[in-house]
């Protein structure tokens, strides 16, 4: 027969444990943490989930250090009514975004682009002057779109002389774009880059990689809120759509409101590019799924 050990109880604190605080010390409440959620959600469709509250509050508190402030509900009242709420958008944005990114992030869809798309896309333009209409958005500090920028000059300038090429990139932060503009990145954002590549399209001093004139002169950065429905009907005509990483941080509703503006904006048999590690499964019907190698692309029919 089993017999039932007596196990003894687990002692339990007396007062619950301390919540862990961010560097400045500044403690973030439930309530306090449900109203940035909302806000931001309202504003940008990022959703946070409770889990990364430590991470919100660490980011809420470095900005509020800033302004000399000790209370998250007084950052709160600046952001929703204070009179330079507009002004402070730009250090929210920075302070919710993750901006990670890097040169020929996604090879495999960058090979999809230049063995697959643009040939085709050429092919069916026949002779004449051909416009090429390409938006990264959710652009962070441009490497996409200045990746896409050196494919040109490397390959379909020579391959496709009547190729006319616009590359727009566009992001909610200020911040990130301000460096996409001077294309002035760090060692993290070159770390891909082939030696010839390197050394042909950025001058290196100390740790900063200056990209060339003649690449930064072929994409035009904007700042677009992908949340925002006004401007993203403006967005229209692209032949090819990359939005990768960024509908990760959505909750479901926000990435279906997306993702139809994003198929709006391409033209008919035009492509959308997401992340590796996204799918718009349960999110949108209207593409057709085309699977190569290694990615898959959505097509618009
Ligand atoms: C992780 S980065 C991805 C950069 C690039 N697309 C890539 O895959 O390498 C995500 C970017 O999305 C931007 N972002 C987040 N919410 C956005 C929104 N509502 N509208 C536009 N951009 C947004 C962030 O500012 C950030 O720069």
């Given at each position: 027969m089993f017999q039932l050990k007596t196990v003894a109880p687990i002692p339990r604190p007396l007062v619950s444990p301390p919540m862990p605080m961010t560097q400045s010390g500044l403690q973030m409440t439930v309530d306090e943490f449900a109203q940035f959620r909302e806000f931001i959600y309202q504003h940008c469709g990022i959703y946070y989930q409770d889990n990364k509250k430590y991470l919100l509050e660490g980011r809420i508190a470095k900005r509020m250090q800033h302004l000399k402030m000790t209370n998250f509900t007084d950052y709160l009242t600046l952001i929703k009514f204070g009179a330079l709420r507009q002004q402070e958008y730009r250090f929210l944005y920075e302070a919710i975004t993750i901006n990670e990114t890097f040169f020929f992030r996604n090879e495999a869809q960058l090979a999809v682009m230049d063995e697959t798309l643009v040939p085709a896309f050429v092919k069916s333009k026949g002779a004449g002057r051909t416009k090429l209409r390409i938006w990264s958005?959710?652009?962070?500090?441009?490497?996409?779109?200045?990746?896409?920028?050196?494919?040109?000059?490397?390959?379909?300038?020579?391959?496709?002389?009547?190729?006319?090429?616009?590359?727009?990139?566009?992001?909610?932060?200020?911040?990130?774009?301000?460096?996409?503009?001077?294309?002035?990145?760090?060692?993290?954002?070159?770390?891909?880059?082939?030696?010839?590549?390197?050394?042909?399209?950025?001058?290196?001093?100390?740790?900063?990689?200056?990209?060339?004139?003649?690449?930064?002169?072929?994409?035009?950065?904007?700042?677009?809120?992908?949340?925002?429905?006004?401007?993203?009907?403006?967005?229209?005509?692209?032949?090819?759509?990359?939005?990768?990483?960024?509908?990760?941080?959505?909750?479901?509703?926000?990435?279906?409101?997306?993702?139809?503006?994003?198929?709006?904006?391409?033209?008919?048999?035009?492509?959308?590019?997401?992340?590796?590690?996204?799918?718009?499964?349960?999110?949108?019907?209207?593409?057709?799924?085309?699977?190569?190698?290694?990615?898959i692309a959505y097509k618009k029919e």
């Open positions: 958005a959710a652009s962070s500090s441009g490497e996409e779109a200045h990746t896409i920028a050196i494919m040109y000059l490397e390959k379909w300038k020579h391959r496709y002389p009547n190729l006319d090429l616009e590359i727009v990139g566009t992001d909610i932060s200020p911040h990130v774009l301000e460096t996409a503009k001077k294309g002035i990145y760090r060692q993290y954002s070159v770390r891909n880059m082939q030696p010839d590549i390197m050394k042909k399209y950025f001058r290196v001093n100390g740790g900063e990689f200056a990209l060339a004139d003649e690449v930064r002169a072929l994409v035009r950065f904007d700042q677009l809120n992908l949340y925002d429905d006004m401007k993203m009907k403006q967005m229209m005509n692209f032949d090819i759509v990359f939005c990768a990483n960024v509908l990760i941080y959505f909750d479901m509703n926000s990435k279906i409101k997306v993702v139809s503006h994003l198929y709006n904006s391409l033209t008919r048999d035009g492509t959308l590019f997401i992340g590796y590690a996204e799918s718009l499964h349960g999110i949108s019907k209207a593409f057709k799924v085309i699977h190569f190698p290694k990615t």
